[in-house]
Nanobody
């Protein structure tokens, strides 16, 4: 069982990045993206229900970020557009498996740095 996130990097403000997270060996109910900026607590970014595809976003990213999934590849994506310096953080993917009341598997994180 593992989550492997990738796609982070350095980008200028206004640019785009796409994060990917492969979930292996999981019976997934919900996949989510979270982020943690330096000196701040981890915060929710977006989530997607694996079967129906319903999505939810934090207000701070709504209209700029899009979460999606490819069930055949067990992969969730986070397309990030119009990036701002305040989006700089380590981004984590997480899985809430069937029967769990919380996110119970976490990836290792991928760093996104947005320069002004």
């Amino acid at each position: 069982v593992q989550l492997q996130a990738s796609g982070g990097g350095l980008v200028q403000a206004g640019g785009s990045l796409r994060l990917s997270c492969v979930a292996s060996g999981l019976s997934t109910y919900t996949m989510g993206w979270f982020r943690q900026a330096p000196g701040k607590e981890r915060e929710f970014v977006a989530r997607i229900y694996w079967l129906g595809g319903t999505t939810y976003y934090a207000d701070s990213v709504k209209g700029r970020f899009t979460i999606s999934r490819d069930n055949t590849k067990n992969t969730v994506y986070l397309q990030m557009n119009s990036l701002k310096p305040e989006d700089t953080a380590v981004y984590y993917c997480a899985s809430r498996t069937v029967g769990s009341s919380q996110y119970n598997y976490w990836g290792q994180g991928t760093l996104v740095t947005v320069s002004s």
